[in-house]
């Protein structure tokens, strides 16, 4: 399954992207608001052997997001499909992004969450020191409906995604 936008496209996880999954989550420039992982290469990829079975079952989907011409730049997870939502997050994107692949990937989450699995809204948590990702959500039509210590938490709807996205058109063509 791929799925593609105007600069990148998310493609699902495989076994041999363990050592650039490890490259983004252990380096410092990204991993402050991301919870710790081992080191270990074969750690990663025995998680993602594990992690393949819930993608077959449906529970959780894990992409690397890469620019059209191959490179990796991130990646992004959907996981905690629920009744009436889907959660998302382990976004992370590296200094081979393109210029609107924050958009353009969060856009192509709400289109695999919203078209694909069949969902109105989407929730996720952000920790508290992440102001970027916080802004970039609410102007996307996020609104927190919870904290605490650690975490703000929000959800959106397909509606507010659809509108966020008819004012960024000209980001997108």
């Known amino acids: 399954m791929i799925l593609e936008s ?26 402050k608001f991301l919870s710790s992982v081992s080191p270990d290469i074969e750690a990663q990829k025995d998680w993602i052997r594990k992690y393949k079975d819930d993608e077959h079952s449906s529970i959780q989907y894990y992409f690397i997001i ?25 976004w992370i994107l590296n200094e081979n992004k393109t ?9 192509l989450v709400y289109d695999f969450g919203f ?5 109105n809204k989407s929730h996720f948590d952000v920790m508290k020191g992440n102001k970027g990702v916080i802004n970039f959500h609410t102007r996307m039509g996020a609104f927190k409906t919870n904290e605490d210590e650690i975490n703000e938490y929000f959800e959106i709807t397909a509606e507010a995604v ?6 960024l058109a000209d980001k997108l063509r």
């Open 99 to 107: 210029r609107y692949a924050a958009i353009e990937s969060a856009f």
């Open 115 to 119: 078209k694909q699995l069949g969902f």
């Open 162 to 167: 659809k509108n966020a996205k008819e004012k």
């Open 6 to 31: 105007k600069n990148i496209r998310l493609r699902l996880v495989e076994e041999s992207d363990a050592e650039f999954i490890l490259s983004l989550r252990l380096d410092d420039r990204y991993n």
């Open 66 to 90: 890469e620019r059209l011409d191959g490179t990796p730049c991130g990646t992004v997870r959907i996981y905690d499909i629920g009744n009436d939502s889907f959660c998302w997050g382990s």
